[in-house]
Structures are given as structure tokens and as C-alpha cells.
């Protein structure tokens, strides 16, 4: 017999009830169904099927025998559903298993790694990723479930985008240039990025400082902050960085406010430990905003 189209999966549950009980109205009272309904419903599944599944004698409803060969399959297949149910719901309400999160990687280094011992600590089975990526990674191929992002985003139907707050840039240095008044600072020795990231909020401010001298372009952080330590020049850095490796921070303003986004993928709402991971990054913040936001001044 061909595969039907036409039956109702939904019926399987209430055939291997009333196989079981033999009774209608028993049958009625286990499902809250009433027993016409559970009548019509098994002659549509038999018409649907092009099978008899039962005949009725004087104990009962009896399985014929290609009733019989329905619901021993139809048993595995219904434990099996309630299996992967069970399984899904069990893995929806743990803390525990897989999470990654991509970011540019100072906020890793300078930040989040340091408190990843008390989150684990709280959920041991957390298995945490961390992706230090400039680049969008795809969330609905599970490239990432959680991305830290400087600036908001496009809109995307598929993702939750929301703003944690702000970080803050000031201009820091070797020791040899503190004190040195802002008037002055288009005078001394800049570092900058290369011309790829010529479009940053950093290097727009720094356009406006009309620096005489561009002494060094990078096109990374780490490679700015050595630099800086080993006296090359000045130069607009994360708070949190400058503060951390020790850089003497020229002029106590905060120069520049950038946007800290958490984007997840809508779906991760249902399940716990992306509810946890994300709950863990908004108090994260929060409990560190002045320190991010650059308020926070070294000693």
C-alpha cells in the first residue's frame, strides 16, 4: 500500500489507547474526548489508512490483524516522539553544554575572561567559546549565539539587539608625554590605524586633533598599546585597556563614546543557558560600567 497524505498523526496516540483499553467510552475518559469524537476520528484514520484497525465484538474493540502490525509500529514511533520531546525539553531547561560568543577580542582579554571563573563556578556544565572576530558570523548556522559588537547593527528580523551601554576611549602614552596639555597635543606623535578602519569614531576624532606628525598606522590594538608603552607616540585607546597595561592617560576626559550591542538569535530566548549566558553579560556590564566607560581613572 502507498504511504497516505491524509492521516493525522495526532490519531496515533488515541489508536493506541483505545488498543489498549478495547473500551470507547474508557478511552473518552483518558483522553478527555468525548466518544463520538474518538469514533469519527478512527474511521477517518481507517478511511485515510484503507485499513480496518479494529471490529467490534461483544467484549469490546477488538485490533484486526493489520491493527495489530499498526500499533506495534506505531508504539516505537509514539516512544520515540515522547523521547525526543522529553530529550528537547530536557536540553531547553539545562544550564549546561555549548556557547559561543564572538566579540573583538579586548573585550575578551581586558574584560570578560576574568570573570569566567565565577560563571562557571555557578554552572560547571557551561561550555563556553570564545571568537575573537571583527567579521558578522552566521547565527542561524550556529556560528554564534551571542556577539559583542561596537556600534548598532543593521536590523535583522532574525536577531535581538540590544544595547548594554557605552565604552569610552581617552588618549594615553608613555610616561615621557603626561602632562602634556591638550593645546598641544596636534604637536607630539600620533599612532593610528591604517587607512582600512580610517572610518571609526577613534580615527574621525582623531582627524579632528589635525595631528602634525602620524608617526605609526597598525590595524590592530595590541600591536597600538605595545607601541604606546614603547614611547612611539600618543594614541585614542579603550579605557580598559590603557588602564590595565598601565599607559598614563593624557587629559582625564573620556574623548570618545562608543555603543556595546549583544546580539543573540531570537530563538535562544527559550532556551537556559543562552537565558543564562545573557543575563550573565547584562549584569557583567553593568556591574563594570564606569571601569568601561572609562570613569574609572588608575590610581
Not at 34 to 59: G, M, P, Q, W, Y
Not at 117 to 131: G, S, V, Y
Not at 222 to 244: K, N
Request: glycine share 10%; hydrophobic share 45%.
Amino acid at each position: 500500500m502507498p504511504p497516505t497524505t491524509e492521516f493525522d498523526w495526532n490519531d496515533i496516540p488515541l489508536i493506541l489507547a483505545l488498543a489498549r483499553s478495547g473500551n470507547m467510552s474508557a478511552t473518552g475518559r483518558q483522553l478527555g474526548v468525548d466518544a463520538s469524537t474518538i469514533s469519527r476520528r478512527i474511521a477517518a484514520a481507517e478511511k485515510s489508512l484503507k485499513l480496518r484497525l479494529f471490529i467490534r465484538d461483544n467484549t469490546g474493540y477488538q485490533l484486526t490483524d493489520a491493527g495489530q502490525v499498526f500499533v506495534a509500529h506505531g508504539e516505537a514511533v509514539y516512544g520515540n516522539v515522547q523521547s525526543m520531546l522529553q530529550a528537547s525539553s530536557q536540553e531547553a531547561d539545562a544550564t549546561a553544554g555549548p556557547v559561543n560568543i564572538t566579540s573583538i577580542d579586548f573585550l575578551f582579554d581586558y574584560w570578560l575572561l576574568e570573570h569566567v571563573p565565577a560563571l562557571h563556578a555557578q554552572h560547571p556544565h557551561l561550555q563556553l567559546t570564545l571568537q575573537a572576530e571583527n567579521q558578522n558570523l552566521s547565527f542561524t548556522r550556529r556560528e554564534a549565539d551571542f556577539a559583542l559588537r561596537l556600534g548598532k547593527p543593521g536590523e535583522d528580523a532574525a536577531l535581538v539587539m540590544r544595547r548594554l551601554g557605552d565604552l569610552g576611549f581617552a588618549v594615553y602614552g608613555h610616561a615621557g608625554f603626561a602632562g602634556i596639555p591638550r593645546e598641544r597635543w596636534g604637536e607630539q606623535p600620533w599612532i593610528a590605524y591604517d587607512d582600512a578602519l580610517a572610518g571609526t569614531a577613534e580615527m574621525q576624532w582623531l582627524a579632528g586633533i589635525a595631528p602634525q606628525r602620524t608617526v605609526l598606522k597598525v590595524n590592530s590594538l595590541s600591536t597600538m598599546v605595545r607601541a604606546c608603552r614603547a614611547g612611539v607616540g600618543m594614541a585614542l585607546l579603550p579605557c580598559i585597556m590603557g588602564q590595565q597595561e598601565g599607559l598614563v592617560r593624557i587629559g582625564e576626559g573620556v574623548e570618545v563614546l562608543r555603543d556595546i550591542w549583544l546580539l543573540s538569535h531570537r530563538d535562544a530566548g527559550s532556551i537556559a543557558r543562552f537565558k543564562t549566558v545573557s543575563a550573565w553579560l547584562s549584569q557583567l556590564y553593568a556591574g563594570n560600567q564606569e571601569l568601561l566607560c572609562g570613569a574609572a581613572l588608575p590610581p
